[in-house]
């Protein structure tokens, strides 16, 4: 039997497939696994900010279209460039286990965020990245940083910016993690939404695809990540809006931190909420009305007005 992946062609997007493509040919030694590599709007516009180009959906459009028209049978997805709208006949049937959400500072002079000096240049896209510095050292320049790992990577040892952030979880699954000076715990910068996981997008009458994956979904991660889109969804949150939140699970019980502000950094309101695992959604809708009724609203009003 062949089945075929769909994935993006950058480095780190082919890691993520081949990953998950020699886990399935481990299980299933009767399976050869193929990849559809697409480029995607997302990867063909690198001067932009993503928040100014239609979000990060750019990022799966193509590949989505894929599996609609039979040219693949799943999809490997970094979740937090998963819109929470998917196509009615699509669904994320699993969620492999996570790997690290939180953000990472790479420099080759500085130790730490709160050693960057006055003026020092910070390169990100991100808007809750660039808000969230800002707010522990507003003395920071925040400049646009897009492309690849490598090519990031590559701008800050030629000397372009005196620090940039990244993904953790990216460095990790790559051996880029030379440079990384500081892992940035969630309560200094809240993470991304999803931040650190793959989503497995499959065609939902596939039955046979999916009872080939099922062995790849890990509960726990299923679980954080249901409160976490619920979080968005409720939120109706894109690119444009600075929005972080990361659940946590312990002894029963799931922590949901949230985090929205406004795009100058002057209006930011952070909160939390606990509750049993298997209301992960509902915490996460909850959690999402309380930072709407704190003003999150009124926030989310002037950005997409």
């Known amino acids: 039997m062949e089945i075929t992946i769909a994935t993006r062609g950058s480095a780190l997007a082919l890691w993520q497939a081949n990953h998950i493509k020699a886990l399935i040919e481990a299980e299933h030694p009767s399976v050869v696994v193929a990849l559809n590599i697409i480029k995607t709007s997302g990867d063909k516009i690198q001067d932009v900010p993503l928040a100014k180009i239609g979000g990060k959906g750019l990022f799966v459009k193509e590949i989505e279209e894929a599996l609609l028209a039979g ?36 420099s080759v002079k500085f130790n730490d965020i709160h050693s960057l000096p ?31 790992v490598d090519t990031r990577i590559r701008k800050l040892l ?18 880029q993690i030379e440079h990384i000076r500081e892992t940035i715990a969630a309560d200094a910068m809240l993470p991304a939404i999803c931040q650190g996981a793959l989503g497995i997008e499959v065609r939902k009458d596939d039955s046979s695809v ?38 946590t ?31 992960a959604a509902k915490i996460g809708t909850a959690l999402a009305e309380k930072i709407l009724a704190a003003g999150g609203a009124a926030i989310l009003k002037e950005i997409y007005k």
């Open 71 to 106: 040219t693949a049978d799943l999809a490997v997805h970094s979740m937090k460039d998963v819109p929470v709208a998917l196509p009615d006949s699509l669904e994320i049937f699993a969620n492999p286990r996570r790997e690290s959400p939180f953000d990472a500072l790479l």
């Open 118 to 148: 006055a003026g020092a240049i910070v390169g990100t896209s991100s808007l809750r990245r660039k808000l969230q510095l800002l707010s522990l050292n507003p003395n920071l320049v925040i400049k646009d940083l897009r492309g690849n």
């Open 158 to 175: 030629d000397g372009e910016y005196d620090a940039i952030i990244l993904a953790q979880s990216g460095l990790n699954r790559l051996g």
């Open 210 to 247: 999916k009872a080939l994956l099922a062995f790849l979904k890990d509960k726990d991660t299923e679980t954080a990540l249901t409160a976490e889109r619920a979080y968005l969804t409720k939120l109706e949150g894109g690119c444009q809006a600075p929005i972080g939140g990361y659940a």
């Open 249 to 279: 699970l312990q002894n029963g019980k799931l922590l949901l931190q949230g985090f929205l502000s406004d795009l100058e950094g002057k209006r930011i309101i952070k909160d939390q909420l606990e509750g049993k695992v298997e209301d």
